[in-house]
């Protein structure tokens, strides 16, 4: 529908959205009974046959979403560092997250950590699950940069 558009300019629109996938449909890919899938993340294309685009994308948005979560897990966890201290907090938090105990933080701590510019993104309890107040007994803060 915005064909005054360059294809350029539409493809990037789409991308800074955020959007995984494309499917390309031009009227030479149409007259061959085909389209084609292009994947953000990876840049890959993909040549398929119209009547099995469907089912094709709704895999490939599975996958693509998995692989992406696979990898920003992966990144967090490997910029995660274990403190037990907030100089090893701050220190941590320069270059990517630290985790502590949020009984050694406190607000007292939270303080005195927004003096270098970091906070407590998150508590969670032991096993990952979200607490209804940050009271409960033996949570844990996760802390980072605040830009």
Same mark, same amino acid.
């Given at each position: 529908?915005?064909?005054? =558009? !360059?294809?350029? %300019?539409? !493809? ?21 009974? !085909?389209? =084609?899938?292009? %994947?953000?993340? =990876? ?35 490997? %910029? =995660? ?28 701590? *939270?303080?005195?950590?927004?003096? !270098? ?20 007994? *033996?949570?844990v803060a996760y802390c980072a940069r605040a830009y």
């Open positions: 529908a915005r064909v005054d =558009t !360059s294809f350029g %300019r539409r !493809s990037t629109d789409w991308e800074l959205k955020g959007v995984p996938l494309r499917v390309e449909v031009g009227p030479r890919d149409l007259a061959e009974g !085909s389209v =084609t899938l292009v %994947r953000r993340d =990876t840049g890959t294309k993909e040549s398929i046959r119209v009547d099995k685009a469907p089912a094709l994308v709704a895999d490939a948005i599975d996958v693509v979403q998995a692989e992406l979560l696979a990898a920003a897990t992966t990144r967090r966890d490997e %910029r =995660t560092i274990e403190c037990s201290s907030l100089d090893e907090i701050v220190e941590a938090a320069q270059t990517g997250f630290a985790r502590a105990p949020w009984d050694l933080i406190g607000l007292e701590g *939270e303080a005195r950590l927004a003096e !270098s510019t970091i906070t407590v993104r998150c508590l969670q309890r032991a096993d990952g699950t979200v607490p209804s107040s940050d009271d409960e007994p *033996e949570l």
